[in-house]
């Protein structure tokens, strides 16, 4: 059913010709904008709900510099919910020889884009140019993306923590569901920015120039801390790394946790 | 009545009624940007912390973009609408460059500033804009902005979110407002960044989105000069 009138219409019927106009015809409410013309009308047929929730959903990722490369983590439980679904969810990727990913947040809309991803990689391993994608072009393009998803009230409702080596230099930048997009020496998303990310800045900020061994070490740490307390978490996990030499995303690796005291926890 | 129809009728622009979305497109990442102008220079401070309600993203988050030799931007507020409009204000001062072959000038630039925020009435920038540059005459000046592109020049400002916190401070110190028995000088630029610093300080210790450290850029004819100071991290 439609609301619209029909104007012409409404001018010839209109009760009484010589009556004053009514100020300001088919203008905006006080206090309300202008509709302008050839745009979306807010009309109740037109609308469409966009914006969705996440359903399949992946807890925080880590990242972490080191001297000369960097290091991303991800565990691989796609959680449905509180139901902790789907226990090989890989959110970790390897994006070419110098940049990787991980991601948090809606598993579908990472799936969505690693498409897009990998179809960019793959358009410039067919130009056979010499030029490879460097991570903060993937990151700038990555804010770029999301800022307009949100622009458009339909965010891809995820997290990227970008990695690689740019110019021979270490390269860590994070960007959201809304494009606000930071770099730093560290960086962890969701549950991990309480619990993960003030271990991982005293761990740089009393060794600012660490070996791989030492901040492989951390994030291990890192890991175990947020599987005790991150309920939304998982014993399984996969670390990427980044060097000169290139990428390496491991296979799925077992968190090491220790459960001795759990028996003397008394109380609820 | 000629134009009653009854509720019925189709006014697009009467029928908005609330649409909900648990998503909203803009987040306060906070941050404060103080600017000081003087006679032949004018100096620009923002802080380093980046945030989001309890979170603090990066404590090294520089939030002044310098635009020319002579302007530097600050922008705080929504971090994804300040990345954009920044990198927008970018393209344009190139293209500027290569259809005029010059550089555009600070009040220039200032007006162009209003003119991009105000594109967005609609959809505004949820930023606060302070640009700190030298005028035509090698003058300091300062602009100001609210989110939707109203602007002001003036000789100082504060911005940001410990902008209401400081402004009456920088009236006093620097306005010389409600003092009694004192002749209004020139401010020299030890003083303006001695000023700035403590005012930083000051707004540490009461504004929890304003910390970490502070990034101050100096704009003399030379050119643009970067300090940078602590501040509080907790």
């Keep these: 059913m439609t609301k619209r009138v ?24 006080p206090g309300a904008s202008y509709n302008f013309p050839n745009m979306r009308s807010s009309s109740g047929e037109e609308e469409m709900q966009r914006s969705q929730t996440p359903i399949t959903t992946g807890t925080s990722v880590l990242g972490l510099k080191f001297d000369n490369g960097v290091i991303i983590c991800a565990d691989t439980l796609g959680s449905y919910g509180s139901l902790a679904r789907f226990r090989d969810c890989q959110r970790v990727m390897k994006v070419n020889n110098n940049i990787a990913v991980g991601v948090g947040g809606d598993y579908a809309d990472f799936q969505y884009l690693k498409r897009v991803i990998d179809q960019k990689i793959m358009d410039e391993h067919i130009a056979d140019d010499g030029f490879a ?38 390269f ?22 309480y619990i993960a990310l003030p271990l991982l800045r005293d761990a740089a900020d009393k060794n600012p120039n660490m070996s791989l061994q030492q901040a492989k070490e951390i994030m291990e740490k890192c890991l175990e801390v947020l599987y005790y307390r991150d309920a939304r978490s998982f014993p399984k996990y996969q670390m990427a790394i980044v060097t000169a ?13 220790n459960w001795e005291v759990a028996h003397m926890i008394s109380g609820f | 009545m000629a134009m009653t129809e009854g509720a019925n009728r189709y006014l697009p622009d009467y029928s908005s009624h609330p649409v909900q979305h648990h998503f909203s497109p803009y987040s306060d990442n906070g941050g404060s940007i103080v600017s000081i102008a003087g006679d032949d220079f004018v100096v620009i401070g923002s802080d380093t912390r980046l945030s989001s309600g309890f979170s603090i993203h990066t404590r090294e988050q520089s939030k002044l973009f310098q635009v020319s030799n002579s302007t530097v931007l600050g922008s705080t507020g929504c971090w994804c609408d300040t990345l954009t409009l920044t990198r927008l204000v970018e393209a344009r001062m190139k293209m500027y460059e ?81 003092q009694e028995g004192v002749t209004a000088a020139p401010i020299p630029l030890k003083r303006a960044v001695a000023i700035l610093k403590d005012v930083f300080i000051s707004a540490a210790e009461r504004d929890i989105y304003t910390g970490d450290g502070i990034e101050i850029k100096i704009i003399t004819k030379d050119g643009v000069r970067t300090e940078s100071f602590g501040l509080r991290k907790d």
């Excluded at chain 1, 104007?7 to 010839?12: D, E, G, L, R, V």
């Excluded at chain 1, 800022?147 to 990227?160: A, C, E, G, M, V």
């Excluded at chain 1, 860590?172 to 560290?186: E, F, I, P, S, T």
């Excluded at chain 1, 030499?245 to 077992?254: C, F, I, N, R, Y």
């Design chain 1, 172 to 193: 860590l930048g994070a960007v959201d569901l809304r494009g606000m997009a930071y770099q730093d020496r560290h960086i962890a998303t969701g549950y991990g920015s």
């Design chain 1, 133 to 170: 994608l460097k991570p903060k072009a993937l990151y700038t393009w990555l804010t770029r993306v999301m800022y307009n998803r949100r622009n458009k009230f339909d965010p891809l409702w995820n997290n990227y923590v970008v990695g690689g080596m740019q110019e021979g230099v270490p």
């Design chain 2, 98 to 178: 290569h259809s005029h072959n010059k550089v555009m000038s600070t009040p220039a630039i200032a007006q162009m500033l209003s003119t991009m925020m105000y594109y967005k009435r609609f959809f505004p920038y949820y930023v606060s804009n302070v640009l700190a540059g030298l005028d035509t005459e090698g003058k300091g000046c300062v602009f100001s902005y609210d989110p939707i592109g109203h602007f002001s020049r003036s000789d100082y400002r504060a911005g940001g979110s410990a902008g209401a916190l400081l402004q009456p401070l920088l009236d006093n110190q620097i306005g010389l407002k409600n």
């Design chain 1, 245 to 257: 030499e290139g990428v390496t995303v491991s296979d799925v690796l077992e968190v090491k946790s």
């Design chain 1, 6 to 29: 029909n104007t012409t219409k409404m001018a010839q019927f209109g009760s009484d010709a010589f009556a004053a106009k009514s100020f300001w015809h088919n203008g905006p409410a």
